[in-house]
């Protein structure tokens, strides 16, 4: 069988660098109020920090602090509210020796962070707010560059692909070289199709099954499809809390193509299998 070897390339995290030529798990920590047991009631601090040290634990290398829901219909929320969800829960994690992703697409919100400590931009509008990218140029920070079109209430209309994976591209390579002319450092560069944003189940298919195409571009890839509707169809109609097994499975596909990271919310299982993975490297 052909084994594909990840990129001999350091994620440079500040006093954490990631040796990007093994996969990292980055463990997903929903800080919205829906997110939490009570609906939001009490603080969810506390919640939310156990959650990521128990994903730490299970062998997370990366914590993904997001405020904003990205759903369809999810209601719009303040700057404010968004540094308020994610500042505090940051001022803790940082006391543990994890790398922090913010997914954030507000430049206010990952200053705020990063001044916290936070260490990675994660941005699924990929730099396209107002002052996105010169403030990603300043930070001097890894950021994630992700596939979308549209913003997440319209982009289930904007599902028109010639060919999914040269489009997606093709749309990547646009958003990356506006970041680099606005001085964001190539080696800060992270990529990521964006499952599941502007595309419908076929193409999220056809977008893993050509995954490796990606590596085309040179820049250490991400991938994200915990979860998602399509692994839910895929399993003949599975509903979230039964996509886990469906989803630890296409992120390992995505790893065997070139994937340096998999953003998950099942961690233990996802690292279970990296770990066999790795065994086949090695053996
Ligand atoms: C992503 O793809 N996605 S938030 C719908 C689901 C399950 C999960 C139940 N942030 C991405 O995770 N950041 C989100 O169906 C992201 N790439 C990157 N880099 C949406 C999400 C989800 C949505």
Redesign the pocket.
Known sequence: MKLMALPNKILNCGEIQLDLSQPHVMG?LNVTPDSFSDGGRHNGKDQAVGHALDMIAEGATVI?V?GE???PGASAVSVEEEIHRVVPVVEELVKHNVVISI?TSQPEVIRAAVKAGAHIW???RALTKPNALATAAELNIPI?I?HMRGEPTTMNNLDQYEHVIEDVIKELQQRVDDALNAGVKAENIMI?P????AKNAQQNLKLLQQFHELNSMGYPI?S??????FI?EALGGAD?QH?AVGSVAAHLISIQQGACMV?A?DVKATVDAIRVWQALQTA
């Not at 994200?224 to 509707?229: E, W, Y």
């Open positions: 997903i993904d997001g829901s990205t759903r997914d994660n941005d699924v994630i992700m990521d964006g499952f599941g944003f991400l994200a499809l915990s979860r998602k509707r839910g979230a996509r953003r919310h």
